[in-house]
């Protein structure tokens, strides 16, 4: 038997001091592997690390083989994480990618340290414990090769996959050292050292996503295609109106249709994030479970449910709007605004802003399967969850598993956009495999998703502000208007009180109404910055054009001198990046170029989820309102680009959801139920009208690197509408841009 030692580096909790130590373990296997250890004194609770901790979270196995496996460990999808990840470890080891094989992770938060995506955190959060993982594995190889040669470890490097002498050019394979690295002693925490940027092979390049054969050919990969032996398919149906309760269903008509083996009726915690009350369908096949749905006939007690009315909620939210200025609901104020306005020396301006409901609208609709153990308490489930960690939360707290008694298998997920934070589709999976002893999937359809999504808020957004005459912006007033529900201010209805240009004008001030309303609302791509980057950049350009300042010029002028919002802090504003990518934007993008009549170019700034991104759009507008988005010139500053290939698509993907979006999209309610179901009525962007052409320029900046998920949406909507205002003088402020008339 072959046996070689298993190299096992710390996962650090906050506790132990920051010259914790790796501990090696022998085992069974041919080659060594980088994995994480806990000490047993205390394995109960996992938290951040401190910034002076390690805490090495990727796995690295070299094979004696020549072989290089890396574990990504963070959920898929779509953004690219199970690829850009293990790039950086492979990188800081000194490994040739085509050696490297990606092997997705099991959740174990207690091994890998946090596995969670979302909010664009996984890059940020990672890059350094992915470094410290390869770099930990270079210097074991590296002390392999010195005893080889009786050297000083000082003499070699990594590259292509073999440790190389620096002096001699003699080299060793990884396969050559992995039995020998396995027998080194583990490097203590302050020894290992990052490879600077010059030396960087693969991070910053293009890397197809790993995954990219399966997903082209079809293979099963998502959770809407596992298929395990004897399983049942199930579909959920819950009140149209949220917060409907469930009296009776014809249980026995549809337990006699073709396939169906059960049908009953689930009570539910009155949680729209974990589980209403519904009527459950379980078939032989997905197919059988919908057919028997098309005869279910369901009575719904409705006197709780939502009755929302979109048009009465925009109508209250206007009203507000409309009102004198919200003392009690003012987050932030600084100068004299009322005075400002009032003056003789300046120009005031007004706008109010209308944005709707939104839909996550996903490819791959809500699914999760499950297998229950009835006498161990027990479950399995294969769920595309981005947070794992809520879906056990919420399984222990609607069923009272306990998170030990819970085996849950990350599935790549057919996007998210924030939708699967929320874990209704997971509860309701586990809540109907309780009743069998085989797994049971269950499949949403199209219309679930549309109408049981946790949407977008809708809102407004009420502007005052003053220009001098001298052309600058001296004050102005922000107004944010939008839905609580059940009394609780939602995810998108988010205003900070740091929000540009609060820092940058002498006179300001903020506030936030809320209106009840009973539609479950929820984290949207980019959220709170998706409506808010098309309100104020939309306004800052109205007070442009009353100023008679280019826009461009206004922007950087507004910006001031360079300086973080919060002095150091990766999570605020800082106004020499932002200056950077609106110049370069202005520049790729040719701004202030001649343009033919019925042509215009509109520029917004955004900075969100601690990205900097400046675009620019070029549209035509012709007589019958047809808008053409010829040309989108993004620039951004994120950091050092880990996936050259991964972020452009990010950016192209952000600019084609934003087209999407303003084109026409909107959610609407009457009597608290959503009348949109399908793509016939909620229509996103058809192949025929993205032939956009979209430029994206990198600033490849010195700073921590930063996600990229969701900044490049916010600037898109402002620099669109900007653009048609530029082409036909016609100012949108509501979307779509068909309440304006308007047609993308």
């Not at 002076?52 to 094979?63: K, S, T």
């Not at 949407?455 to 944010?480: C, D, I, K, N, W």
């Not at 010829?630 to 880990?642: C, E, L, Q």
């Amino acid at each position: 038997m072959n046996t070689t030692r298993k190299i096992e580096t710390a996962s650090f909790l906050a506790a132990m001091n920051r010259r914790c130590f790796l501990k090696a373990s022998t085992m069974a296997g041919a080659g060594f592997s980088l994995a994480s250890f806990i000490p047993a004194a205390n394995t109960q609770e996992i938290r951040e690390p401190a910034s002076d901790q390690l805490e090495l979270n990727a796995f690295v196995e070299i094979g004696v083989d020549g072989a290089i496996s890396i574990y990504a460990h963070c959920p898929e999808k779509g953004q690219g994480i199970k690829t850009s990840l293990p790039m950086i470890v492979a990188d800081e080891l000194g490994a040739d990618w085509n050696d490297v094989t990606v092997i997705r992770a099991p959740f174990n938060e207690a091994r890998y340290g946090q596995q969670r995506a979302g909010g664009s955190t996984s890059t940020p959060r990672e890059f350094d414990p992915m470094r410290r993982a390869g770099a930990a594995a270079r210097s074991m190889l590296i002390a392999a090769a010195a005893q080889r040669l009786s050297v000083d470890t000082s003499f070699f490097y990594t590259e292509n996959s073999r440790v190389i002498h620096r002096n001699t050019g003699e080299s060793f394979t990884f396969a050559e050292l992995a039995l020998d690295a396995a027998m080194q002693p583990l490097p203590d925490v302050d020894t290992l050292v990052f490879k600077p940027r010059s030396e960087y092979k693969i991070i910053g390049t293009r890397v197809h996503d790993v995954d990219i054969e399966t997903i082209a050919t079809g293979r099963p990969l998502y959770g809407s295609d596992l298929n395990l032996p004897g399983m049942l398919y199930a579909v959920y149906e819950k009140c149209p109106a949220t917060y409907g309760r469930v009296v009776s269903a014809n249980l026995d008509q549809i337990k006699a249709m073709p396939g169906v083996v059960d049908a009953f009726l689930v009570t539910g915690n009155d949680n729209v994030g974990e589980l209403l009350d519904g009527v459950a369908i379980v078939a032989r096949s997905t197919w059988q479970a919908f057919k028997a749905r098309q005869q279910l006939e369901v009575q719904w007690d409705t006197s709780l449910a939502s009755k929302d009315d979109d048009r009465e909620l925009f109508a209250r939210m206007q009203a507000i709007a409309a009102a004198p200025w919200p003392m009690d609901n003012q987050i932030a104020e600084s100068g004299d605004v009322e005075t400002t306005f009032d003056s003789d020396l300046t120009t005031t301006v007004t706008g109010t802003y209308q944005f709707p409901y939104l839909s996550h609208a996903v490819m791959e609709p809500m699914n999760c399967t499950a297998q229950y153990h009835a006498d161990t308490n027990r479950v399995e489930i294969w769920a595309p969850t981005r947070q794992p960690q809520i879906t056990v939360s919420s399984l222990g707290n609607v069923f009272g598993i306990p998170a030990e008694n819970i085996t849950l298998h990350m599935m790549r997920m057919g996007g998210s956009f924030g939708r699967r934070r929320f874990q209704d589709y997971s509860c309701e999976a586990v809540a109907i495999a309780r009743r069998f002893t085989v797994p049971v999937k269950l499949q949403w359809t199209r219309e679930d998703d549309m109408m049981h999504d946790q949407y977008r808020p809708g809102g407004v957004y009420a502007f005052r502000g003053a220009v001098s005459r001298e052309g600058r912006v001296v004050a102005m007033q922000t107004h944010l208007i939008g839905p609580s529900v059940r009394g609780v201010a939602t995810a998108g209805t988010r205003l900070g009180a740091d929000e540009f240009p609060a820092l940058n004008i002498d006179h300001y001030r903020a506030a936030i109404s809320l209106v009840d309303s009973n539609t479950p609302t929820g984290s949207w791509r980019a959220p709170g910055s998706n409506a808010t980057g098309w309100a104020v950049q939309s306004f800052i350009h109205e007070l442009a054009v009353a100023a008679g300042r280019d826009p461009v010029e206004l922007l950087i002028e507004m910006m001031g001198e360079p300086r973080w919002f919060q002095e150091g802090s990766m999570g605020s504003l800082n106004t020499g990046r932002a200056v950077d990518v609106i110049k370069l934007a202005a520049e790729k993008s040719g701004w202030g170029k001649p343009l033919t009549p019925g042509h215009g170019m509109g520029i917004a700034f955004h900075f969100s989820h601690n990205g900097h991104v400046a675009e620019v759009a070029e549209v035509s507008v012709d007589a019958n309102n047809k808008v053409t988005i010829h040309k989108v010139t993004a620039a951004v500053d994120i950091g050092p680009v880990i996936n050259l290939s991964g972020a452009e698509k990010q950016v192209q993907g952000a600019v084609l959801d934003g087209i999407s979006s303003l084109a026409g999209l909107e959610i609407t309610m009457r009597d608290g139920v959503v009348q949109q179901d399908n793509f016939h009525q909620y229509n996103l962007l058809r192949m025929k009208h993205a032939g956009t052409e979209i430029d994206a320029h990198f600033i490849q900046s010195d700073f921590h690197p930063t996600g990229l998920g969701e900044p490049a949406l916010p600037p898109l909507m402002p620099a669109v509408c900007n653009a048609i205002y530029a082409a036909t003088g016609k100012r949108v402020r509501e979307l779509p841009v068909t309440r304006e008339g308007f047609f993308v």
